[in-house]
Structures are given as structure tokens and as C-alpha cells.
């Protein structure tokens, strides 16, 4: 099978998606012809034109109540926000109006925004460039999350994503835009709300989104070294969650840790916590752990940012917690 970066994965979806519906359109902070200050939309422009493929102000919440717009009015948009700590500024599009929308207006019309927000440190961006804040929107029903980890994740969840009729914000780590996996060349789709068992074992659970699943798959074989199976269950989408796969994995091992590069506190991590403490607790043998980021702003040190995010050896260092109850 052919290998594709997860940023070729995600334009190939975005290529195929708009070949197959003209009613889709692509736009944000320099998505046309420079192609996306990640290099995701390269190429799109001089493809679909400045009609489909066109570029906005510095203007989030702008981008966003366009994107809304456009939905109802029967187009299928897919704005881009160059890094995902500025969907602040259009909270309130994202939050009381794609998500709700549907439901206000009792079905009468569709919400088919597909919004892409690049997270996570990447390289000395700084604390208002490098954040992960997806848990904001767990609390935020009427919205899809999507959190991609390989590139076939990618390009599956994009294209269903583009397809359904409820907004999805999708979140991509810039880190992973240069990573590459095998990605099949025939048409697919990865269901919002199917996780992916990426490692199978038979000790401790992990639950990783993005980055993390591959810091987490790292320390799974350094410990199967020592003895210790770990099951690595990436949810692929926080929201719908796949409560099943995860639980069923829990029930199975006894021990869970969740990681992800987002503030441990209020992070993904808690509510996975809560649900699991609810549905599985007597099928626990220890207390779930959790490790994300300090309650600290990310530094823009190169130095001093990489122990922001979760470590291999922070993750070996739990799970042999884990086991010792």
C-alpha cells in the first residue's frame, strides 16, 4: 500500500470531497493561492478556482458566521482557522449557533460545517499558538469532535466529516502533518464515533488522542519489554464517543491511563474519567490516571515547552504505578 503525510492525506480528502460535490467551498487565512500556512490547501486554488477556494480577513468569528451562512443556505463549507487557540474569537458562532442551530429551528435546517482547527506545540509558537482546545467543546452539545492520529485516520474522518450534516470541528496536531502511514488509494470513510484499538494488551488501558497515541504506542513497547502488555485505544472522535471500545478495553486490563497534550485539568481526560468511573468502576483494579499539561501557559522556549507535553517516560513511569496496586 502506498504511504501518504497526514497533510497529503488531509488535502487529498479535501481534493476528492470537492470534486464529488460542487456545493462544498474552502476558505479562511491564506488557504488560497499560498496554500495554507500549513501547506494543507496547496494546489486547491488553481484547481477549483477563487469561487470554491478563497481567502478572508483576520477575521474568526467572521470566517465562522460565514461558514454558518453558507450551510443553511445549502452549501457544504469548510472554513480553516490557521491555529486552532484562535476559535475564541468565534466561540460564540461555534458554540450557542453550529452546534445548536439544528435544534432550534427544529430540524428545518442543516448545519454541514466542517470547521479545521491545527493544534498543539509545535516548534516555539507560543501559548497562544501551540494549544489543544478541544475539551472546550465536550461541554458543547449539537458538535462533532474529530482528533485525528494517522494519516488513514485523517483522510477517513475528513471525508465523513465533510459529508454529514452537522457541524464537526476537526483538529489537527501540526506535529503529524510530516508523519507517514499507509493510506489506500480506493474511496473510504471512518465513522464519526468508532475508536481505533491501536495496540492490543492486556495489562493497562491507555487512552490517547492525536500526538499522544504515538508517545503512548512508544512506551507500550517499551514496556512489553519489561513484561507489561498495554492496550493503546485511540477514541478518534471525543464526540460522538465510543464508549464501547473503550469500556470493553478498561473491563479487560482493570487499569487505565488517559494522556493527551491538552491542561490535565478539565482536559478530554476528565470526562473519560467520570464516564468510566460511572459505567466500570468495579472492574478497575487501581484509580484512573490521567497525565496531560501543566495549568501553566505553554512556553515559547524551544527548552522549556517540550515539558509541556506528556512524555514517554512520564507514561512509563504510571503505568508501572499502575501495576504495583
Known sequence: MRTLTMRAAILEALSEEMERDEKTVLFGEDVGKFGGINAVTKGLYEKFGNKRVFDTPIAESTIVGAALGMAITGLRPIPELQFGDFVGIAFDEIFNKLGKWRYMHGGSMEVPVTLRLPIGIAGGAGPEHSQSPQALFM????????????????????KTAIRDNNAVLFFEHKVLYDLKGEVPEEEYLIPLGQADVKREGSDVTIIATALQVHTALDAAESLSKEGIEVEVVDPRTLAPLDKETILGSVRKTGRVLIVHEEPKTGG??????????????????APVRRIGGPDVPIAQSLHLEQFYRPSEQQIIDTVMELMEY
Open 268 to 285: 478530554s481526560g476528565a470526562e473519560l474519567a467520570a464516564q468510566i468511573s460511572e459505567e466500570a468502576i468495579f472492574d478497575l483494579q
Open 139 to 158: 461541554h458543547g452539545p449539537g458538535l462533532h469532535i474529530a482528533i485525528p492520529s494517522t494519516p488513514y485516520d485523517a483522510k477517513g474522518l475528513l
